[in-house]
């Protein structure tokens, strides 16, 4: 038990730091995936890291004294499956009738150290299933690889750093560990309806992501001055060590040599220091962007872009304004400080001369301009992080705005051009039309869009998880056929709810997909679940059992200010799980058998979805909701992701378009640009 602890004492204090360490990478990683890092992954790595390093050493240790010690009860492995039952029967006293000998058990160390070997992994197990999403085998067989990297360590002697084995090669240890490890897979279920969706977090991780905050930037010009620091200090030390010009004050001067020399000779040298600086600054904030197109060093590592304001690609002599403002502001006070020390300087340029006499006869005046000018500087730079940071206004400074460039990141710029170029959806129709006289057929186009959404399932879900596709008799339907296939493909088990058989479809080229793809599932090239025109609660069984629901039911056909059946019946139940969860959880048993719409159920925000609701994707736009004239109709299907194909529409980027598209994504399916020319 001693060693055990005294183990776990040197792991508290030596191992958090450790784990911050192998932790900083993860960050790095999240902070250039997503642009900002999400704080309770970050915490659950951490927490991972450390829980691994504590276990590690805590079946390595303690080491023998010396590489050749011989350890008499680790040389032979025990071997004997469940060997610790008959050695605790064989020596224990314990009677189930007499309680007297039950607290005898417990510290019984056959029975304590298989509870300390199930606790071990235990947490394992739980993360496994929280954090990584493994299904329940998928935890056995890493848990008993865990255990077994354990064991085989110990039996090698720290794989040959030690002659022989130091502790026992126990196969009861392997079977207690991975129990261990599947008690904590269990347990973690009961938990994760009370614990945080992992996946909304990436969500609302990558939304933040989209926007250069106010932190990200003062990264990113902290790195950059770093940048340039070095590069300026660099090329000082290499100037001066060459001799070809002479240093302030020689290397070897005394003290009183410094001393006596004047401000001009010490001025005169430093000028190439000066112009080090400056070519530095040059370097990094001027020559940098214009051969990157809008990126210093540090902004290209940190994914931001100086662009012109409109999202518009920026030229030289923009990077020049930017920076040369910012250089002049930043100079501006220290500026009129050096004139203000230097005044009563034995010898002042004649060009500053009238200016230092000013100052010297209105020091105080100087010195309250100067302390005005910063005060306000720095005042209006922290009300405008503030407001920026409660995301009132974007972060402007004061140069960006005279420049009229900004800083975005590009994830955002691309949502930002994304949104520019919206067309409506006549002009989206004329444009698949243009897209397939160009060669592409619209077969090929829904391909493309079906597989765009199944990569948005794919990137959210992290692993097959059971979906469920709504589907529509038009060409929305036929991504969604698409979809299906793929991640039915890729071993989601995915229901796919039609309204028509296959054969029934009109709109082409949905019915040629629907049908060739019902043909390979026939033929047994992918399993999939086809319900035709299901009743209610069958629906509602599929949708309950979902942990994505992708909405292919309706697309930019949709026309009316209501939906027919058995749309509106499909989309309240989608609803209904999202926001009340499934039947016989908290939903009204009425509602849950008749499928009758709640009006409640739409419109609501993604705040308001249940921690175990299904992912919803919307293909092209949310079912009920107008592309163009950004009206819905009651009930509206509520998505956390919109996938939109081709362009934007008026209706995903209108205000309050939030509610029923979640964060709308656009797949451009081919390079849309040239048949845009020519659509005028
Ligand atoms: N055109 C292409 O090749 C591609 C299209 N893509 C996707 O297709 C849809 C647009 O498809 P379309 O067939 O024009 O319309 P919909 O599928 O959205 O809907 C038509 C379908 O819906 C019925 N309907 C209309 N209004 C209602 C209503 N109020 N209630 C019930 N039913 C209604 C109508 O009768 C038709 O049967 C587009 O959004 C893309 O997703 C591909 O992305 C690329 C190739
Ligand atoms: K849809």
């Not at 911050?20 to 927490?47: D, E, N, W």
């Not at 064989?90 to 160390?109: G, I, K, M, N, Y």
């Not at 309204?499 to 009109?506: M, Y």
């Not at 939906?563 to 009425?590: D, Q």
Request: one cysteine or more.
């Amino acid at each position: 038990m001693n060693v055990y602890l005294s183990d776990i004492l040197t792991a508290c204090i030596l191992f958090p730091v450790v784990a911050f360490l192998i932790t900083v990478p993860y960050m790095i990683y999240q902070y250039r995936r997503r642009g900002s890092v999400p704080k309770l992954h970050t915490a659950i790595v951490y927490s991972f890291v450390f829980y691994l390093t504590c276990a590690y050493f805590l079946v390595l240790l303690p080491l023998p004294a010396d590489r050749t010690a011989y350890v008499a009860y680790a040389a032979t492995p025990q071997l004997v499956p469940f060997n610790f039952v008959h050695e605790f029967l064989a020596e224990t006293t314990f009677s189930p009738s007499d309680p007297a000998t039950w607290l005898r058990v417990l510290r019984d160390p056959y029975i304590y150290e298989a509870f300390f070997n199930v606790l071990l992994l235990l947490p394992l197990g739980a993360y496994l299933r929280y954090y990584f999403r493994r299904r329940w085998w998928q935890a056995l067989i890493i848990g008993f690889l865990v255990t077994l990297s354990f064991e085989t360590t110990q039996l090698t002697g720290l794989w040959g750093i030690y002659e022989h084995p130091y502790r026992l090669f126990d196969v009861d240890d392997l079977i207690q560990n991975t129990l261990g490890a599947m008690v904590g897979f269990w347990l973690a279920g009961p938990a994760m309806r009370t614990l945080p969706d992992l996946r909304t977090a990436n969500l609302r991780a990558a939304e933040a992501g989209l926007s250069a905050s106010v932190t990200r930037r003062a990264l990113s010009f902290a790195l950059d001055s770093a940048l340039t620091a070095a590069l300026a200090v660099g090329s000082i030390y290499l100037v001066y060590r060459s001799g070809l010009v002479a240093a302030p004050i020689g290397a070897k001067a005394t003290a009183a040599q410094a001393l006596e020399a004047t401000t001009a000779q010490i001025s005169d040298a430093l000028l190439p220091a000066r112009l080090c600086i400056l070519i530095a600054l040059v370097i990094v904030f001027f020559i940098v962007p214009v051969v990157t197109r809008g990126r210093t060093p540090a902004q290209a590592l940190l994914h931001l872009r100086i662009v012109r304001t409109g999202a518009r690609r920026a030229s030289w002599y923009h990077y020049l304004a930017r920076y040369g403002l910012l250089f002049v502001f930043i100079w501006i006070p220290w500026g009129l400080f050096t004139l203000l020390t230097e005044v009563g300087g034995s010898s002042i340029g004649s060009e500053a001369g009238t200016l230092a006499t000013f100052a010297s006869q209105n020091t105080e005046a100087c010195i309250a301009v100067l302390a005005v000018f910063t005060v306000a500087w720095v005042v209006s730079l922290i009300v405008r992080g503030v407001r920026a940071a409660s995301g009132r206004a974007p972060f402007v400074m004061l140069n960006g705005m005279l420049s009229r460039t900004r800083i975005m990141t590009e994830s955002g710029l691309a949502a930002e051009r994304a949104r520019l170029s919206a067309l409506s959806v006549d002009d989206v129709r004329k444009l698949e039309q243009l897209i397939a006289e160009g060669g592409i057929s619209l077969a090929s186009l829904m391909r493309c869009a079906g597989e765009a959404v199944a990569d948005e399932v794919r990137t959210w879900a992290g692993g097959p998880v059971r979906v469920c596709v709504l589907t529509g008799s038009g060409n929305n339907g036929g991504d969604g056929w698409v979809c299906a296939e793929s991640l039915a493909r890729s071993g989601y088990p995915v229901t796919l709810i039609t309204p028509k058989t296959a054969e029934e479809l009109t709109a082409e080229p949905a019915r040629t997909e629907a049908r060739s793809s019902l043909k390979r599932t026939l033929e047994g090239e992918f399993p999939l679940t086809v319900a035709v025109a299901p009743e209610a609660d069958d629906a509602a069984r599929a949708l309950d059992e979902a942990e994505v629901v992708v909405d292919a039911i309706l697309g930019t056909g949709f026309t009316g200010s209501s939906l027919r059946e058995p749309y509106a019946t499909w989309i309240s139940l989608a609803n209904l799980r999202r926001f009340k969860g499934p039947r016989g959880k908290g939903r009204g048993a009425h509602r849950a058998r008749t499928g009758k719409p709640s009006k409640r159920a739409s419109g609501t925000t993604l705040r308001d979805r249940r921690k175990d609701a299904p992912f919803a994707v919307a293909v092209d736009v949310p079912s009920g909701y107008s592309a163009q004239a950004a009206t819905w109709a009651d009930p509206c299907f509520c998505a956390d992701v919109t996938v939109t194909m081709l362009a934007m529409k008026p209706g995903l980027i209108a205000s309050g378009a939030e509610r029923f598209c979640g964060q709308v994504k656009l797949a451009e399916l081919v390079d849309t640009a040239p048949y845009r020319e020519k659509l005028g």
